[in-house]
């Protein structure tokens, strides 16, 4: 069945702007925050001490971002997506202060898990509002601009963090989220309305997000401390089992909720589930190039940071750029299976022209794999937003654009650790045998061939994935029950 599909009308042409600029600038703060970061940890460990700990900053704002997706995605399905974006603003604001005014690194790690639960909030929310305001076949070109922020902030975001630190000092790396997160406040409350979604009910599952909550900490602090070594493997085996059986209490509490902040049914739906894992799987591959290109430049090729950085921006504007083009073509075919195809064949041609890297290598033919990379992981950024935004009813469209943001978060901490064991277990054997260069060279090809393993599997998945053609001003409810989507004055539906 179908309803009209009124893509925005109380939003005129100079609120749909408004929207969209408070909805990336909100973005950009989060994503600039976490790019900005690896520049500006040395200082912060100059001035804080604490060496040790140089790891637990980033892994306390991933493990609450990550958590916090899936949290508010579901929250923002109930109580509407304005007031949880503008409390994630918020949040971020004040926690920033916090993380700037810490005077040791315990503050730092403490202050910087409850940043990430604003960062979450960030990182998903805008992409479900542009699933709200415009049609199935138009969310694709805004999400391509949204995307695109990822691109400028992992490309601005190092050197914006080198600059600020060296002239005014690391503190106001995050004072400088204040102005910037008052103004997404400020645009947000006065352009967007408060969609709200008649029959889903207010009540909160405490259950599920005590045992989600443990479960996933449990999970992330094992692979964390197993990546970093020197830690006691009953330890992890402990957090793992820990984890085991919350994922079976969560499974549990899940059933029994009456609104579960991960309702079940999802995994009932193919597309969710091969979205699910086409995500998981993107994340790995992008940051196989992220991580470990820079690596190769400086201590394979003996370029200086600066340089192996500068090597970097090619791949990150192709990885923008893509973003947008994809949406564009989205747009205007109504369709994403083979895209998702081409997506996975380009991603692959990258990781094995990557693959091939040897100390004779010259930096151009990096830069030219690397660029290859950054296109098809760009294609990856909204192409399964658009997938599952239109394969469920707009009253679970928060929990599902929320989930595609949680795998890729779950892809990046599953295979960063498992990226950095293949490398060090490949150093330590090689280097009996041949020089440090070399063996780097051995470690680093091994990991691409993973990612080729990684590339196959996604390319195979993307075949299984069920394509619903995109709406223009029609609205196709999926589950077949007829659905407004037409907010009046007020943003009520």
């Given amino acids: 069945m179908t309803a009209n599909y009124e893509n925005h009308p109380p939003l005129g042409k100079k609120k749909l702007i408004m929207v969209m600029g408070g909805l990336m600038v909100g973005l950009l703060v989060a994503t600039f925050d976490y790019s900005i970061m690896g520049t500006t940890m040395p200082q912060i460990i100059n001035s804080l001490q604490g060496m040790e700990y140089y790891a637990w900053p980033f892994t306390a704002y991933m493990l609450t971002s990550t958590i916090s997706l899936i949290l508010f995605g579901k929250l923002s399905d109930i109580y509407g997506r304005k007031h949880v974006l503008i409390l994630g603003i918020i949040i971020f604001i004040v926690t920033s202060v916090l993380c700037g ?155 029994k909720a009456v609104e579960p902040i991960l309702p079940l049914h999802l995994f009932k739906n193919s597309i969710f589930n091969v979205s699910s894992v086409e995500s998981f799987l993107a994340a790995a591959l992008m940051f196989s190039g992220v991580i470990y290109v820079p690596l190769f430049a400086q201590d394979v090729l003996g370029m200086s940071a600066t340089h192996s950085g500068l090597i970097m921006i090619p791949m990150l504007f192709s990885l923008t750029l893509a973003s947008i083009i994809t949406g564009q073509i989205i747009a205007w075919t109504g369709k994403y299976k083979k895209l998702v195809i081409a997506e996975f064949i380009i991603t692959g041609i990258g990781v094995v022209l990557l693959a091939t890297m040897n100390a004779d290598t010259p930096y151009y033919l990096l830069i030219l794999y690397s660029t290859v990379l950054g296109i098809g992981s760009g294609m990856a950024y909204n192409l399964f937003n658009v997938a599952v935004q239109n394969a469920f009813p707009l009253r679970e469209i928060g929990i599902v654009t929320a989930s595609m943001r949680f795998f890729r978060n779950i892809g990046t901490i599953v295979f960063v650790p498992l990226f950095g064991y293949i490398m060090n277990f490949t150093l330590a054997r090689a280097t009996v045998l041949t020089t440090n260069s070399q063996a780097l060279v051995l470690s680093i090809q091994n990991i691409f061939l993973v990612a080729i393993v990684l590339t196959l599997a996604g390319l195979t998945m993307a075949f299984f994935l069920e394509e619903i053609p995109l709406g223009g001003d029609e609205f196709v409810n999926p589950d077949g029950r007829e659905e407004t989507n037409t907010p009046d004055m007020k943003g009520n539906y």
């Fill in 101 to 255: 005014f810490s005077t040791s690194m315990l503050q730092l790690i403490i202050f910087r898990g409850l940043q990430g639960i604003g960062g979450g909030i960030l990182l998903s929310l805008p992409f479900t509002v542009i699933g709200e305001i415009f049609s199935p076949r138009e969310r694709a070109k805004y999400m391509g601009i949204l995307g695109s922020v990822f691109g400028v902030a992992d490309v601005l975001g190092p050197i914006l963090g080198g600059v600020i630190t060296d002239t005014w000092g690391w503190r106001w790396v995050f004072f400088v989220n204040v102005p910037i997160g008052i103004m997404a406040v400020t645009i947000i409350l006065y352009s967007l309305p408060n969609f709200k979604l008649p029959d889903v009910k207010k009540v909160i599952d405490y259950g599920g997000i005590v045992t989600f909550t443990l479960a996933l900490s449990a999970l992330i602090l094992a692979l964390t401390l197993a990546g970093e070594g020197g830690y006691s493997w009953n330890l992890i085996a402990g957090l793992i089992l820990l984890s085991g059986v919350s994922f079976t209490l969560f499974v549990w509490a899940e059933k």
